[in-house]
């Protein structure tokens, strides 16, 4: 899948710390990496999916 599009964001309480970014500008999908290897592989989420895996991880 082509990412060169993505917009990356990383949570704003991670300050300057290395955690997961986030692309969710992306057409049906939302894309997460990990910020200390930005060219290396990326998980690829559809919105659904994506909400689901939050909405988890929010609650446990």
């Given at each position: 899948m082509d990412l060169s599009?993505?917009?990356?964001?990383?949570?704003?309480?991670?300050?300057?710390?290395?955690?997961v970014e986030?692309?969710?500008?992306l057409p049906r999908v939302v894309a997460v990496r990990d910020s200390k290897d930005p060219a290396g592989?990326?998980?690829?989420?559809?919105?659904a999916g994506w909400r689901s895996f939050v909405d988890f991880v929010k609650r446990h």
């Open positions: 599009s993505a917009a990356w964001r990383k949570a704003t309480r991670s300050g300057n710390t290395d955690c986030v692309a969710d500008n592989p990326a998980l690829v989420f559809s919105p």
